[in-house]
């Protein structure tokens, strides 16, 4: 079993920055696909963004260009640099591990970090 625990979420204005964190309990190398999912208030979960071991990354077309996903196997860390946020941003983001990229499959999520962007 694989723990996942978020951090960095918080209030931030429109246009702003953020950086999420996913500390993993597993060494992340072994692990085929990790990503981020959100949920908004009164809105379905999405897939926000993944990589895969080899380093590839996939993002929704919301976020292209604004977000960045990256990992550090040696920290056995996932990270979301969120730039140029909007208010349409605020969710809920949560940090998932699973399979087939770009990760269609989730096996374990963490917990959830709150994102809230004002206008």
């Known amino acids: 079993q694989v723990q996942l625990v978020e951090s960095g979420g918080g209030l931030v204005q429109a246009g702003g920055s953020l950086r999420l964190s996913c500390a993993a309990s597993?060494?992340?190398?072994?692990?085929?696909?990790m990503g981020w999912y959100r949920q908004g208030p009164g809105k379905q979960r999405e897939r926000v963004a993944s990589?895969?071991?080899?380093?590839?990354?996939n993002y929704a077309d919301s976020v292209k260009g604004r977000f960045t996903i990256s990992r550090d196997n040696a920290k056995n860390t996932v990270y979301l640099q969120m730039n140029s946020l909007k208010p349409e941003d605020t969710a809920v983001y949560y940090c998932?591990?699973?399979?087939?990229?770009?990760?269609?499959?989730?096996?374990?999520w963490g917990k959830g970090t709150l994102v809230t962007v004002s206008s």
């Open positions: 597993a060494n992340i190398f072994s692990i085929d696909a």
């Open positions: 998932a591990s699973g399979r087939y990229y770009p990760l269609s499959v989730v096996d374990y």
């Open positions: 990589i895969n071991r080899a380093g590839n990354t």
